[in-house]
Each structure stands twice: as structure tokens, then as C-alpha cells.
């Protein structure tokens, strides 16, 4: 009988991620992936991969106290497996945090050859700009499949990369102003960069912000757009601010909504011009009551081109939403899905989704 060891790194990956809750603060996924690094660190007979991909679990954000003990501890070991993190945050704006302090720490990484997969860059300010040294930016993008900017990024203006990035995923919040230079052009800096997440919690894009995202839709085939969870109504300056990125978006298969109210969704839909594989929907902002039929909005978005060939549809509520389709609106639905040749989805999730 195999052991877990001995599996195939693409099927311990796949259990490693359907085992922790994908928000790295949940306190469910945030047991888990404890119990998981205590198994990797003590359990000295497991052999890579298992051991460097269980060990690779590691979340570090520069305001958490576990940041300098990790510095330290780091520069004072060899360990292999301190050199593997799953995300690492960069946090900008706090008082007690200098940027030379931080560009001190991010060297100790740089020089023991750290590898990340995931790196996010976060102001607690509004105004708040991330400086990068030069000398570490290469480094810290260089792997990164996934790349969060929710502040600025000051970098000298014509530093080139090394190499071609990685990247995959890019997360993006409307408090950005402009996307960094860095990346430009898309199509050969970032040749792998398929999957766009759009925070718009905040308000809507700026011009200079929506030019950019205009430049790289083409290219987009995976998008995901976060809404403000109080937004109900017509669309508002936030939802039409994406019309233009929306027209742009010629190649986009999967569609994923936060906090939609129906006439958002229908809005949105309406400016795809690619026809969708998968549309999953997360907490519908409906304010109907139990015996409430499937609202207007969300029956004639069925009818869109966009839709024509829409294979499944996932629509579902976190445990702390108020809101969500009525009794008789949600087999309405089901049943328009059905008759359409879609699958209607729920929550939940099976091995091969």
C-alpha cells in the first residue's frame, strides 16, 4: 500500500489544497496548515516532495511578530526547509516599520535563496508606496505565481527584469493608481499571466489604472471581480468604471462575482463578447422573501451571448450572509439552467472540479 510519501507531487498538492481554506486567515485553514508544517518539520523519514511541499504551507505577513523570528532563525540556519513559503506579505505605512529595516530583512531571504510563490503588497494607509530596492525586486518577483498589489510600488523606471516571469495570477485592488512598470509589456513579460482578480470593494478603477487593465485583457481567460458587499441597485460608478475593461476581456472562459446584486451580474454579462465555460457567483445580494420568484435580472442574463455555451453554474452563500435567492427563486433557477443544457452548482466541490 503507498504511503503519502510516496504519491505524486501533482496528487499532494491537490490534497494540500482542497485540506486548508484558501484565505490564509480562517482559523480552520490556519489549524490545519499548523498540524500540517508540525507533521513536515518532525516526521524526519518523510522524503521530497512530501517534505519540502508540506513544509512550503508557510504564510508570513512583515506585521506579524513570526517575521522576525523567522529573519533570525533563517540567518542563523541551513535548513532546507525554511527556504520554501507559500505567501509572503509585505505590509507598508505602519509607524514602527521602516523601509530600510524591511529591505534588511528581504536581503536575509534574498542571500539564503528563499522561494515564493505567492507575494502580496499592502498598504494600512490609503496614500501608502512600497519602495523596492533594485537589487531585490528581480528576486522577489522572479517565482512568484501570484502577485497582490493593493499600494503603490516605487521602482526606478527603467529596471529591467532578468528573466520572464512566472506569474500566473494577479491580484489587483481599486486603491492601486497605476500598475507597476515592471510589468510591461504583458504578452512578453508575463507571457503566463492568464488569471485577473479584481478588488473593486473600494471604489472604482482610476483612468490611468483602467488603461492598463485594458492592455492586458486580451490575454486574460480566468477573471474573478470582487464587489462591494453593501452594493444593491442599478449599476453604480464602481460596476460601469469596467464597461471599456470588460469589452477588451475577447478571450475570458471563466467568470467569477463577489457580492453581486442581480442588476450588477446582468450588467456585467452583457459586455462579454467571449462565450463562458464556468460563471460562479458568491453571495447574490437579493433582499427578497421566501416564496419570492427568480428576479428579472438574473433570468434575462441567462439569454445572453456570453452564455450560450456556459457549461455549469456555481452559485453560493458564505455561512455569514444574509442574503440569498428564495426558496422558489433558486429552483426557478435550477430548472432555467437545466432547460439550457447547464449545470447548476452549489457550493459544493467534487475531486475534478
Known amino acids: 500500500m503507498a504511503v503519502i510519501q510516496d504519491l505524486p507531487p501533482e496528487l499532494l498538492i491537490r490534497i494540500l489544497e482542497l485540506s486548508i481554506d484558501p484565505r490564509p486567515y480562517a482559523s480552520s485553514g490556519r489549524e490545519t496548515r499548523k498540524t500540517l508544517i508540525r507533521t513536515a518539520l518532525v516526521a524526519r523519514c518523510w522524503r521530497a516532495p512530501s517534505q519540502s511541499l508540506l513544509s512550503s504551507l508557510l504564510h508570513l505577513d ?14 542563523k540556519s541551513n535548513e532546507q526547509h525554511l527556504r520554501r513559503m507559500k505567501r509572503l506579505e509585505l505590509v507598508v505605512g505602519r509607524q514602527d516599520t521602516s523601509e530600510s529595516a524591511l529591505a534588511d530583512q528581504l536581503a536575509i531571504l534574498k542571500q539564503k535563496g528563499v522561494v515564493l510563490q505567492e507575494l502580496s503588497f499592502v498598504s494600512v494607509s490609503l496614500r501608502g508606496t512600497f519602495r523596492v530596492p533594485n537589487g531585490s525586486l528581480g528576486w522577489l518577483v522572479q517565482g512568484v ?23 500566473d495570477t494577479l491580484q489587483i485592488s481599486s486603491r492601486l493608481p497605476e500598475l507597476p512598470s515592471f510589468l510591461f509589456p504583458f504578452p512578453t513579460v508575463a507571457p503566463r499571466l492568464t488569471r485577473l482578480e479584481l478588488d473593486c470593494s473600494t471604489g472604482p478603477f482610476s ?45 475570458v472562459t471563466t467568470l467569477r462575482i463577489e457580492n453581486p446584486a442581480p442588476p450588477h451580474l446582468k450588467h456585467i454579462l452583457s459586455f462579454l463578447s467571449h462565450r463562458l465555460a464556468l460563471l460562479e457567483i458568491s453571495d447574490l445580494r437579493t433582499e427578497g422573501e ?64
Open 145 to 167: 505565481r501570484l502577485l497582490k498589489l493593493d499600494t503603490s510600488i516605487q521602482i526606478d523606471a527603467d529596471f529591467p527584469l532578468p528573466t520572464t516571469l512566472l506569474l
Open 207 to 251: 483612468p490611468a489604472l483602467n488603461a492598463s487593465l485594458h492592455e492586458l485583457a486580451p490575454q486574460i481567460t480566468d477573471l474573478r471581480i470582487r464587489l462591494a458587499p453593501n452594493s444593491y441597485g442599478r449599476p453604480d460608478d464602481t460596476v460601469s468604471s469596467l464597461d471599456s475593461f470588460l469589452r477588451a476581456c475577447t478571450s
Open 62 to 75: 512583515s506585521m506579524n511578530p513570526r517575521w522576525v523570528r523567522y529573519n533570525d532563525v533563517l540567518s
Open 290 to 353: 421566501l416564496k419570492d420568484p427568480m428576479p428579472n435580472d438574473l433570468a434575462e442574463a441567462l439569454d445572453l451571448p456570453c452564455m450560450a455555451q456556459l457549461r455549469r453554474w456555481r452559485m453560493a452563500h458564505s455561512p455569514y450572509s444574509r442574503f440569498s435567492l428564495s426558496e422558489r427563486a433558486e429552483e426557478e433557477w435550477r430548472a432555467a439552467c437545466r432547460a439550457r443544457g447547464i449545470e447548476p452548482r452549489g457550493a459544493e466541490r467534487f475531486f475534478t472540479d
